[in-house]
């Protein structure tokens, strides 16, 4: 009894579990506000606020997940919350830069995903609500990799996890209230708010002498950012290929309709996966002890983590697929398209399962040149597959997806198969 109550206060005492729970219930405020959009107000309102969402999301995810990995970084090294003050202070001005690309992202994007107009939207609160959203990110990615870097994951998490139950709390009330326009104001408090909460913590407990911006500061800030770019533009070429395959095109051929069948087919599509991406840190340990051990080991590891993720996914995608048509019905969906996206999506996941080792192994291998240029090629033949195939059917964006990551798996493979023959 002793051993199940330490065993229980030390789950309780755990960042990783927080950080899981954190992220479900991030997912589960999704889920519960496009199911409540759907039934209340119809697919072309949910395919309003997804376009407007997924923009936003295209405008900031690059370049925060670089700030907040480099938050961490800085902050390690001096993990006291003078020292938030000093980082935040250091990256002011990169801080800014980043901020204006995100305030003034929106016009472009705004103009396009918005050109059939968003039922009950004004305009204005569209491009409002865009450049909220893409703010509140970029400040809660900031703030919440200076707490990781203070070693301060669990709070971040009850920060996190207390926002997102208010969400959920309140959201029902929120869509039959104010609708549309409500869904999205309070998707960008939700957003913003763990950022905010924290930047006001830092403000308070943090001297006024602890705010100085130090040259040291702002040249580790600007060195990190210009080492990430690298990465920024591969998220940003990811993204752009996304948004022009699932929202842009869709908007022009599918309105605003299709646009929200694709994103119930996306949501699930990351359910199907859920389980493979959730141990990607055991993946990584076990193929970089494989590694040390030559290419014969790394090879056999390879193999059965493939055969593990694929086996995996292939159990959940189908899982999805036999409920699909009970899905369809709740979200008041044409059953029919819906099925379709689920079965491609589906055998996407499992092909996807069998690179997201393939991706780890290149990591592993230090072949990162390697992984973009294969990515680029696919991301080349989703897109010309997907402007040609779009205006006769709605699953050209699912096939273009399959298309894209088989590409990615034929290349791989045959890639390591060359790399790892026997002499």
Same mark, same amino acid.
């Given at each position: ?34 199911? +409540?959009? &759907? *039934? #209340?107000? $119809?697919? @072309?309102?949910? %395919?309003?606020?997804?376009? !407007? ?55 472009? +994007?705004? &103009? *396009? #995903?918005? $050109?059939? @107009?968003?039922? %009950?939207?004004?305009?204005? !609160? ?71 909460? !924290? ?225």
């Amino acid at each position: 009894m002793a051993a199940l109550r330490a065993r229980a206060i030390a789950l309780w005492h755990s960042p990783s579990l927080w950080l899981v729970g954190s992220n479900l219930l991030t997912r589960v405020l999704s889920f519960v506000v496009t199911l +409540l959009i &759907s *039934r #209340t107000s $119809g697919m @072309g309102t949910l %395919g309003a606020y997804s376009s !407007l969402l997924i923009s936003a999301a295209s405008l900031t995810t690059p370049v925060s997940q670089a700030m907040a990995n480099s938050a961490t970084l800085m902050v390690t090294r001096r993990p006291d919350t003078q020292s938030w003050r000093r980082v935040l202070t250091g990256n002011a001005w990169v801080l800014s830069g980043c901020a204006l690309l995100v305030v003034l992202g929106p016009w472009f +994007l705004f &103009s *396009r #995903t918005d $050109g059939q @107009g968003s039922p %009950g939207l004004p305009p204005a !609160l569209g491009y409002a609500v865009v450049a909220a959203l893409a703010l509140g990110q970029l400040l809660s990615q900031f703030m919440l990799g200076l707490a990781h870097g203070a070693n301060r994951s669990r709070q971040a998490s009850w920060l996190v996890a207390a926002v997102m139950l208010a969400g959920i709390a309140s959201c029902w009330l929120v869509i039959q209230t104010w609708g549309l326009a409500g869904a999205l104001v309070q998707a960008a408090v939700v957003m913003a708010a763990p950022g905010i909460l !924290l930047w006001l913590y830092v403000m308070r407990r943090a001297s006024a002498t602890s705010a100085i911006d130090t040259v040291a500061d702002r040249q580790d800030a600007w060195q990190r950012f210009t080492h990430a770019l690298p990465s920024i533009g591969s998220t940003f070429i990811n993204n752009a290929t996304n948004w022009l395959c699932c929202i842009y095109w869709v908007l022009q051929h599918h309105g605003h309709v299709g646009v929200g069948l694709v994103t119930i087919g996306l949501q699930w599509a990351v359910m199907m996966q859920l389980p493979v991406n959730s141990w990607g840190g055991r993946i990584v340990h076990a193929l970089g002890t494989a590694s040390a051990e030559g290419h014969a080991a790394l090879k056999r590891e390879t193999a059965h983590q493939v055969r593990r993720c694929v086996g995996v996914s292939l159990l959940t995608g189908a899982a999805v697929v036999v409920m699909s048509p009970w899905i369809a019905d709740l979200y008041h969906a044409d059953r029919n398209m819906l099925i379709g996206l689920f079965v491609i999506n589906g055998l996407a996941a499992v092909v996807a399962s069998a690179n997201y080792v393939f991706e780890r192994v290149f990591f592993c291998l230090e072949s990162q040149r390697m992984w973009l240029l294969t990515s680029m090629i696919a991301y080349v033949v989703q897109l010309a597959f997907t402007m040609i195939a779009i205006p006769h059917s709605l699953l050209a964006v699912a096939w273009g997806n399959l298309l894209a990551v088989t590409t990615i798996a034929v290349i791989v493979y045959l890639h390591l198969r060359s790399r790892w023959r026997e002499p």
